[in-house]
């Protein structure tokens, strides 16, 4: 059974930078297409980026576009998320999930999650 976890959130002023890692357990990471998601305090989960398994095609929330980017290294079974730019409400709990499908902005696609890392941008 595959497993995600990710990492490299934390506590960053308006305007910094943070990149996130999810490290995927599985043996074949290449066939997931691999999304991330974030969920804000009081709001429900929404879709940030994703990636088809060859990483030749992306896709973003429009919140983020010229912000982040998905990016990923099959040989290291690991997506990451780099984050610039970041703003106050980019403050949420963000997760990865790997999909079967291709890659999807839907979470009802996603077939793995991780646990989830922390954002959180102050003003």
């Known amino acids: 059974q595959a497993q995600l976890v990710e990492s490299g959130g934390g506590l960053v002023q308006a305007g910094g930078s943070l990149r996130l890692s999810c490290a995927s357990s599985?043996?074949?990471?290449?066939?997931?297409?691999m999304g991330w998601f974030r969920q804000a305090p009081g709001k429900e989960r929404e879709f940030v980026a994703a990636i088809r398994g060859s990483g030749g095609s992306t896709y973003y929330a429009d919140s983020v576009k010229g912000r982040f980017t998905i990016s990923r290294d099959n040989a290291k079974n690991t997506v990451y998320l780099q984050m610039n730019s970041l703003k106050p409400e980019d403050t949420a709990v963000y997760y990865c999930a790997a999909t079967y499908r291709g890659s999807s902005t839907n979470q009802d696609h996603y077939t793995f999650w991780g646990q989830g890392t922390q954002v959180t941008v102050s003003s």
């Open positions: 599985g043996r074949t990471f290449s066939s997931y297409g």
